[in-house]
């Protein structure tokens, strides 16, 4: 079984903090170092650990962008 990978590329935005430390971003990600998504999950404070998020392609982050610019 192949090794799962992850880079936070660059951290855009820390959405909120829970009492535990986690907090819940926006980033961009690579996993198994394919091309950087954007991603939105909950981090350990120290970032080696996730919890469950989901991702987007620039396509599908550039529709939610539209929609609220309007």
Not at 24 to 38: C, D, G, M, Q, Y
Request: glycine fraction near 6%.
């Amino acid at each position: 079984m192949a090794e799962f990978t992850f880079e936070i590329v660059e951290e855009l935005l820390v959405l909120s903090e829970n009492d535990k430390g986690w907090t819940k971003e926006l980033n961009r990600v690579s996993f198994n170092r394919a091309e950087p998504k954007f991603d939105i999950r909950t981090w350990s404070p120290d970032h080696t650990k996730m919890g469950k998020g989901i991702t987007l392609t620039n396509d599908e982050f550039k529709v939610i962008l539209d929609a609220f610019r309007g």
